[in-house]
């Protein structure tokens, strides 16, 4: 090793050891922590139980709200427009991770019983969604054609929904 490389090495290794450049940098808001079984939906008052279906949503002032629902949460903050949402997380339905929810893809079933009733179950790929309301008989839907639906339901808009 030249000098000059063990100068390099030895100024880097000083700056991770001060840990600057080397701890990971914020990425943002992040999904809520629920102790399931334990926590309470603050949309509905209701335990949340079962990952698949749950929800949250991280506020402009860094908040964290936690859902057992998707339409839950939409609904929740249809009924506030004063807070404003930085954010919105869905649980994915056949795995263990969170999605930002504008990512998301979205299957409506009525054969599919949610919490709260929606039938509403997210996916990390458009393909896993398309073979999950294929064999459930659902429609594919992004973020907004949920919010269109979940706004019909809870308020009674009158407009209908069709699969994009």
Known sequence: ???LMRQHFLAVAVVCLAGVGCAPAE???RPPEIDYGHDVSVGCGMTISDPAFAAGSVLADGTTLKFDDVGDMLKYHFERPD??????FVHDYQGDAWLIADEAVFVQTDSLVSPMGYGLAAFATRELAEAFAADRDGRVWSL???KLYVHEVAHGSGHGIASP
């Open 144 to 146: 907004n054609d949920v």
């Open 83 to 88: 807070k404003q949402v930085a954010v919105y």
């Open 27 to 29: 990425t943002g808001p």
């Open 1 to 3: 090793m030249t000098r």
